[in-house]
């Protein structure tokens, strides 16, 4: 859907990639501008999970993408990126503020050879104020925006999120940013200028609950600490996680709490039925607990279907392998990396039925230099010299 889309990437960790990543997955052709080497996520994975000496940090944020290793450091680079631009819709960027501008590379000087391209800066915190030169990362960010402090046990356990949720929210408002740029480069022949940042991708992760903290009144506020089985501050019980006599299920709230209560027979939650549930959470939240503690959900599930009780048991990351619905979603995909398989999550959306396929995946570190260089003029000589001179670079080895 987005072929004929050119996009060059200076991304590295995951904020960046990522969006890049879902621009690639819907047929841009994305450019991946990496040093010599490659960057951190070539050489660092969590879990220290690699196939075939391929980190899982680059595999999972780096599909379809060409790969242009050069030094920047060599004077000719300048030159040659440039041409890489000029030929390019779109310039995504995810490092501190200043950096691009000493890199030769920043907005205004980019703007004057290339008018019409879309440039993208996505920092931690924004390019004013003064937080901008601070290191953003998705665990810092998720701290300093009140996530944390929302999701755990409020002024006793702040609890983060299991997972880079703000690197990958914030990942998905730059890709819908750069797609709506593109069609207003397609209708005007204007180019864009997008700052985005992890701050306020936290931010806006959190719209419905900063809406109703800022809307509420200073009473309404006071409900911010709960029992520890309710999910959020700003629900009204029985939202939440609770223990069964064999799993963990999760119970949403759907105005069915007064036939949750006369399903379990407890009189106790039913008097507390008649009150504000917002206001008797906690006592509803605790009794619910010591109730469901005594069943099993094959005994419960039934009848919690029956009376439209809405649940789901608390599954982990081995119970998603196996379960029927995500292989359904056709989620995960195997692709074959030497003489061993990487599995992969897909890109999230289907498109006339169908994810989009994998065309490329650059295992190794400025494979595409040639074929890149070759589309935008450069001859085959002049290619061998920049190679020759250090300019660019080619890994031989995945493991190299």
Same mark, same amino acid.
């Given at each position: ?49 690699? &196939?075939?000496? &391929?980190?899982?940090?680059?595999l ?49 000087? &980019? ?24 290191p ?5 960010v ?39 740029? %593109?069609?207003?480069?397609?209708r ?6 997008i ?17 109703? %903290? ?16 309710l999910?959020?501050?700003y ?19 759907n ?9 379990l027979g ?9 009150g ?7 006592? %509803? ?25 809405? %649940? ?14 995500v292989?359904?979603?056709? &989620? ?12 992969l ?6 498109y ?45 080895d995945?493991?190299?």
């Amino acid at each position: 859907m987005l072929e004929g889309m050119r996009v060059v990437s200076f991304c590295h960790y995951l904020h960046g990639p990522a969006a890049t990543q879902y621009l690639a997955d819907m047929g841009a052709d994305v450019i991946k501008i990496e040093r010599p080497g490659g960057p951190l996520e070539r050489r660092w994975s969590g879990g220290n999970a690699y &196939v075939e000496g &391929v980190s899982s940090f680059y595999l999972c944020a780096n599909r379809n993408k060409r790969s242009l290793a050069i030094n920047l450091k060599h004077s000719a680079s300048r030159d040659v990126l440039y041409r890489v631009i000029e030929a390019s819709d779109v310039l995504v960027e995810n490092f501190r503020p200043g950096v691009m501008d000493r890199l030769g590379f920043g907005f205004e000087e &980019v703007r004057q050879r290339k008018p019409d391209l879309i440039y993208v800066s996505a920092t931690g915190y924004g390019r004013e104020g003064p937080m901008r030169d601070r290191p953003g990362q998705d665990l810092l960010v998720q701290a300093y925006s009140g996530l944390m402090a929302a999701t755990g046990e409020y002024g006793k356990r702040p609890t983060p999120i299991g997972n880079a949720a703000v690197d990958q929210h914030g990942a998905t408002l730059i890709a819908m940013g750069i797609t709506a740029a %593109y069609v207003k480069k397609l209708r005007t022949g204007e180019g864009t200028r997008i700052d985005a940042c992890l701050l306020n991708a936290a931010l806006d992760l959190q719209s419905e609950a900063l809406t109703a %903290y800022m809307c509420g009144s200073e009473t309404d506020r006071g409900v911010f600490p709960r029992d520890r089985h309710l999910a959020t501050w700003y629900h009204p019980a029985p939202y939440g996680v609770y223990r069964l006599a064999d799993c963990f299920i999760a119970i949403a709230m759907n105005g069915t709490e007064r036939r949750l209560a006369e399903l379990l027979g407890n009189d106790r939650l039913l008097s507390l039925c008649d009150g504000d549930l917002l206001e008797q959470r906690d006592a %509803y939240a605790r009794e619910l607990a010591e109730d469901l503690r005594k069943h099993r959900l094959a005994d419960l599930a039934d009848r919690f279907d029956e009376a439209d009780i809405w %649940y789901a048991p608390v599954q982990d990351y081995e119970d998603l392998k196996t379960d029927p619905q995500v292989a359904a979603n056709d &989620v995960f995909r195997r692709v074959p990396i030497g003489r061993s398989t990487a599995t992969l999550v897909n890109h999230p959306l289907r498109y006339d039925g169908e994810a989009p396929k994998l065309r490329k995946l650059a295992l190794r570190c400025g494979e595409d230099a040639r074929g890149i260089l070759g589309e935008i003029g450069f001859t085959p000589k002049e290619i061998d010299a920049l190679f020759d001179e250090g300019v660019l670079f080619e890994q031989q080895d995945m493991n190299q």
